[in-house]
């Protein structure tokens, strides 16, 4: 599904984001990506999309590599969640922010519809289409940002930092949320918690160099490493 | 500063009201849309001596605000806003225009009194449609409208996403603000050695995000491309029933044939 081989990102001003990385993600996996704030897993999942250049290696999705040509295919077979939702729902609606790839993607109205309809409807959301995403609950941003990726329906999800800025509450519903979907997530994360409920396998980043790879289990009962890296 | 939060709850009650239900906000966005633009069209192309042509025109504001319960305070707070621009500029008509147009009562009333008075009403009433337009339909449907009607999509998106942001811009002036004013006890507002180091911190701020909403739009396939939704309908009767009117009355002069008929 995701192979990234040998991949480091050098800045412009000459800092080692990413150092020699290589990864793997199968089909329907959810991988967390844990490590200090600047250990490079925001870069990590940037670089995926091609929103940050590659310095040498490579990524290959579904067998197509990542370059300047084949962004708009990457990009429809994987969808971004940011941070902050505000960054990404700009529309003045619900619907039409949720529609915006689909429409990108040259689709009619109709199939952007149906589309919208159901990845509202997947997400328990269709009562929101008239909303004004701006006037949202933090929880209900978060989910609107997650159907707008998913109206694209892409393979593969990546999520940074999926869980900050919400209360508890709209965190369970979001965790159950990711929990039903099918795709492949790569999820950049200091939540713990989340990480335990809900992958498999665990990559800690330092410095931009993998630190370990291993399953949710293995890593998290690692404290000693964990507190070495500063995570706990 | 603190009309940083009010200008925020400002842009959130207009949009409460264009979420309201009446026979005005039910109409189809681009009827609106057009007969608003013809009537801003209609009402600026007056002469500006002829302030007795437009009093036939105020009665369509007056209509809309009656039948879409558009609040008359809201509307008034805001005109106020536009109206000292009106003002200067219409002010020096008085002292540059000086001759006598006509007598009230052995006063005297110069064309540059008359002129300033014609460009006041035009503000109040292009400003008054306009607001009632905003307060009766939500920006994406008039962003759609607009598409349909030629205007450039890359123009109508960055209108859409300047609106979308404002609020966004005014929540962190507001936060930094706030988190400004809790250390500076004793100080009203942003100290003028300050305020140098607050905007350019906004600037960069700004900025970031705005690097961030770009990069979150390309990896969602944004092409520069703003694509407007399902076609809605014009409402052609609509349009057709009061551009008519409005152009019937910008040609007869409604108040002129009333007044003869009643010195007569």
Redesign the interface.
């Known amino acids: 599904m995701i192979d990234i081989i040998d991949l480091t990102v050098v800045y412009p001003d000459g800092t080692k984001a990413l150092d020699n990385i290589n990864l793997s993600a199968k089909k329907g996996e959810r991988i967390a990506i844990i490590g200090v704030n600047g250990a490079g897993k925001s870069t990590l999942l940037l670089s995926i999309v091609g929103v940050v250049p590659i310095s040498t290696g490579s990524i290959g999705v579904d067998s197509c590599n990542v370059t300047k040509k084949t962004l708009p295919e990457i990009r429809k077979m994987v969808g971004m969640v940011f941070q902050n939702p505000d960054d990404q729902l700009f529309m003045t609606k619900v619907y039409d922010d949720v529609a915006f790839a689909p429409r990108n993607y040259g689709m009619t109205e109709g199939e952007v519809a149906s589309r919208v309809e159901s990845s509202l409807e997947s997400l328990g959301i269709t009562h929101l289409k008239e909303r004004a995403p701006h006037r949202l609950s933090g929880g209900e941003k978060r989910r609107v940002a997650i159907a707008g990726v998913l109206a694209m329906e892409p393979s593969v999800i990546l999520l940074d930092e999926p869980t900050s800025f919400l209360d508890p509450r709209s965190r369970k519903m979001l965790i159950e949320t990711l929990a039903e979907l099918p795709h492949t997530q790569i999820i950049a994360t200091h939540d713990l918690d989340m990480v335990q409920e809900l992958c498999q396998r665990v990559i800690v980043l330092k410095d931009g160099v993998i630190q370990a790879d291993d399953t949710a289990e293995i890593v998290l009962a690692d404290k000693k490493m964990l507190e070495e890296l500063a995570i706990i | 500063m603190p009309s940083l939060f009010s200008a925020g709850a400002d842009i ?1 009650s207009m ?1 409460s009201l264009a979420e309201g239900d009446s026979v005005i906000h039910r109409l189809p966005p681009m009827a609106k849309l057009v007969t608003t633009l013809v009537y801003v069209v209609m009402v600026v192309s007056f002469n500006r001596y002829n302030l007795s042509g437009l009093i036939p025109y105020a009665v369509y504001p007056i209509i809309l605000i009656s039948l879409s319960q558009t609040p008359y305070n809201m509307l008034l707070k805001r005109l106020v806003i536009a109206m000292p621009f009106a003002l200067f500029g219409g002010a020096a008509n008085i002292f540059f225009d000086r001759d006598v147009a006509f007598t009230i009562a052995s006063i005297a009333v110069t064309y540059g009194v008359v002129s300033f008075l014609s460009i006041m009403m035009k503000t109040v009433l292009t400003v008054a449609t306009v607001l009632i337009l905003i307060s009766t339909t ?3 449907d008039i ?1 759609d409208s607009l598409v349909r009607l030629k205007v450039p999509p890359l123009f109508v998106l960055s209108l ?2 300047t ?3 404002i ?2 811009l005014l929540e962190e002036a507001g936060t930094m603000y706030t988190a400004y004013s809790l250390r500076s006890p004793n100080v009203k507002g942003v100290k003028i050695g300050d305020m140098g180091v607050f905007v350019g911190q906004l600037m960069i701020r700004s900025l970031d ?1 705005a690097e ?2 770009y ?9 520069s ?1 703003y ?1 407007a ?2 076609s809605q309908t014009v409402g052609v009767r609509y349009i057709a029933c009061v551009c008519g009117a409005l152009l019937v009355l910008r040609f007869i002069n409604l108040s002129e044939l009333v007044g003869n008929g009643v010195l007569r």
């Open positions: 959130r949009e939500r920006i994406s962003s859409m996403m609106y979308r942001y609020s966004v995000r961030r909403i990069a979150a739009m390309k990896c969602r396939g944004f092409n491309i694509h939704g399902d």
